[in-house]
């Protein structure tokens, strides 16, 4: 199995800035893509950015020019650099890793989500 650590959402004010960091582990032996996705209150879960081993980004088109990710491929960390926030971005933040293949058996792959981490942004 994969465990996937969040950490790095907090409450900040309009036009600030966070940095979330995704840390996967277990009998890993490759993941394809990891990401963001975010649900705020009474809306549906939503793709944010995610990023492929190979290094092709995809962003949400509301936090283009804003959120930045990137990733750690030896480490099997991603991270959300996330500035000039606004209030809209507030939501719960989950990291999906995807196309998963462990050790075990390479052949297969798997998507995981993370628990999720808050981000509240207001003043």
């Known amino acids: 199995q994969v465990q996937l650590e969040e950490s790095g959402g907090g409450l900040v004010q309009p036009g600030g800035s966070l940095r979330l960091s995704c840390a996967a582990s277990?009998?890993?032996?490759?993941?394809?893509?990891m990401g963001w996705y975010r649900q705020a209150p009474g809306k549906q879960r939503e793709l944010v950015a995610t990023?492929?081993?190979?290094?092709?980004?995809n962003y949400a088109d509301s936090v283009k020019g804003r959120f930045t990710i990137s990733r750690d491929n030896p480490k099997n960390t991603a991270y959300l650099q996330m500035n000039s926030l606004k209030p809209e971005d507030t939501a719960v933040y989950y990291c999906k890793t995807g196309r998963v293949r462990l050790w075990a058996d390479p052949n297969r792959e798997y998507d995981y989500w993370g628990q999720g981490t808050q981000v509240t942004v207001s003043s």
């Open positions: 277990g009998r890993i032996f490759s993941i394809n893509h």
């Open positions: 990023m492929t081993v190979g290094g092709n980004r």
